[in-house]
């Protein structure tokens, strides 16, 4: 099995013929695990511990105090420790533990997580908030939210509520100071050639149903910002129609009485990130490595 042939050229045609092959051997290459630290409940330095009685090797990431590389382990050596029963540790992509960082969210704020399943990034709003924000975790399809609520339970993130709902209907009455929307994708930028399924499930027409239901989400969330809240929109695809576009046609096409704009945002020690070429001023796009899933992120303020 390999990566659909049609990818490559796309990629060409945004990042040139020499980055786009590069691009494509880095969804070849195989990732480390990685997970973060669920402060909620334990600490970094517990769990490096009990990696360290378990004798797995790990990694500081520079840029995320909370987050360990594992690059000799597998995924089953985790899900064999204690602490990953417990809930003192998750299995994350470094990538995807971006989006909430960037959002920056405080203890005491109203924040939307609109596409939340299986949780990943929610736990993590609620351990960067000390569990002391009051979040809304939206997710439609109902086996997703069911494992959205195992995750919520076993990370002991206890101010969230689950709202088994299209987002896309979210009723214009609620509002929010800050809001993830880590929308569906064709997820470009984690294929995998080993995937058996990968030529059938990655088709111009995954993009294309991608794309629309990325554009309903995104101006939904742009009616749901509090003046001065902060949106952050990301996707695990490297595709400009999935990311760039979507937040220039969204801004475009924003309530006229609203001004939004486009932020940097910082990440300690960021260099070390693989990035990409972007279209967008201050937005992040990740290459996919041995290291990092190809990822993008783009922080909107709500300006007026
Ligand atoms: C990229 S995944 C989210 C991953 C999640 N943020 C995490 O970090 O664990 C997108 C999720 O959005 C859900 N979804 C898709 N369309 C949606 C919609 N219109 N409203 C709510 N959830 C939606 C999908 O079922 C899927 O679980």
Redesign the pocket.
């Known amino acids: 099995m390999a990566i659909p042939a049609f990818l490559e050229p796309l990629l060409a045609r945004q990042y040139g013929a020499d980055l786009a092959a590069t691009i494509v051997e880095g969804l070849a290459a195989k990732r480390a695990v990685t997970l973060r630290a669920n402060t909620l409940l334990s600490d970094r330095d517990a769990v490096a511990e009990a990696l360290d009685q378990a004798g797995i090797s790990w990694e500081p990431v520079g840029w995320y105090r909370d987050a360990l590389a594992l690059p000799r382990a597998s995924q089953r050596d985790v899900w064999d420790l204690p602490a990953y029963e417990s809930g003192h540790l998750y299995m994350?992509s470094l990538s995807?533990m971006i989006p909430p960082l960037a959002l920056g969210a405080r203890a005491g704020e109203d924040i939307c997580?609109?596409?939340?399943?299986?949780?990943?990034?929610?736990t993590q709003i609620a351990a960067l908030t000390g569990a002391g924000a009051r979040i809304t975790a939206?997710?439609?399809?109902a086996p997703?939210a069911e494992k959205?609520e195992f995750n919520l339970n076993r990370q002991s993130a206890r101010n969230v509520t689950v709202m088994r709902?299209?987002?896309?209907r979210l009723d214009d009455f609620f509002s929010f100071d800050r809001i993830?929307l880590?929308?569906?994708?064709s997820g470009s930028g984690t294929l995998s050639a080993a995937d058996p399924r990968v030529e059938k499930r990655f088709t111009p027409h995954l993009i294309e149903k991608s794309r629309k239901?990325q554009q309903?989400?995104f101006d939904k969330a742009l009616k749901l910002l509090k003046p001065g809240g902060t949106l952050v929109y990301s996707?695990?695809s490297i595709l400009r129609e999935e990311n760039e576009a979507i937040v220039e046609e969204g801004l475009r096409r924003a309530p006229r009485d609203r001004a939004f704009s486009v932020k940097p945002f910082d990440l300690d020690a960021s260099s070390e990130l693989p990035r990409l070429p972007v279209s967008l001023e201050g937005a992040l796009c990740l290459a996919p490595t041995d290291r990092y899933e190809g990822f993008f992120v783009a922080k909107i303020v709500r300006t007026g």
């Open positions: 994350q995807s997580d609109m596409c939340a399943a299986p949780g990943g990034k929610t939206c997710e439609m399809h997703r959205l709902t299209d987002a896309r993830l880590d929308a569906p994708c239901s309903a989400l996707t695990c």
